[in-house]
């Protein structure tokens, strides 16, 4: 099992900026996709952005610029920097965790999410 917690949400003013944190434990596989995934009220979860266990990022539409996910992989660890918050970044942000098992079978992991909210 693996579990994932995630913390650093909070309430900001538009422009302002925070970073999110999230601790993953339990059995960790090297080879792994971690990333960040949000939603906001009445919309379908989104991609935000991941990252492999080598580096290698990818953002959602028009979020690259003012996001940075970055991951420290002695602990465990994945972050997402986010700057110039806009009201609409405003929701729910959830931890997620991936990997690859065998050719056919992968596992995908969540942690219970950590509210964000940007105020006009």
């Known amino acids: 099992q693996v579990q994932l917690v995630e913390s650093g949400g909070g309430l900001v003013q538009a422009g302002g900026s925070l970073r999110l944190s999230c601790g993953v434990s339990g059995s960790i596989l090297s080879d792994n996709l971690m990333g960040w995934y949000r939603q906001a009220p009445g919309k379908r979860r989104e991609l935000v952005a991941r990252?492999?266990?080598?580096?290698?990022?990818y953002y959602g539409d028009s979020l690259e610029g003012r996001f940075t996910i970055s991951r420290d992989n002695a602990k465990n660890t994945v972050y997402l920097e986010m700057n110039r918050l806009k009201p609409e970044d405003t929701a729910i942000y959830y931890c997620n965790y991936w990997v690859r098992v065998s050719a056919s079978q992968a596992y995908e992991y969540w942690g219970q999410g950590t509210q964000v909210t940007v105020s006009s």
């Open positions: 990252i492999s266990s080598g580096g290698n990022t």
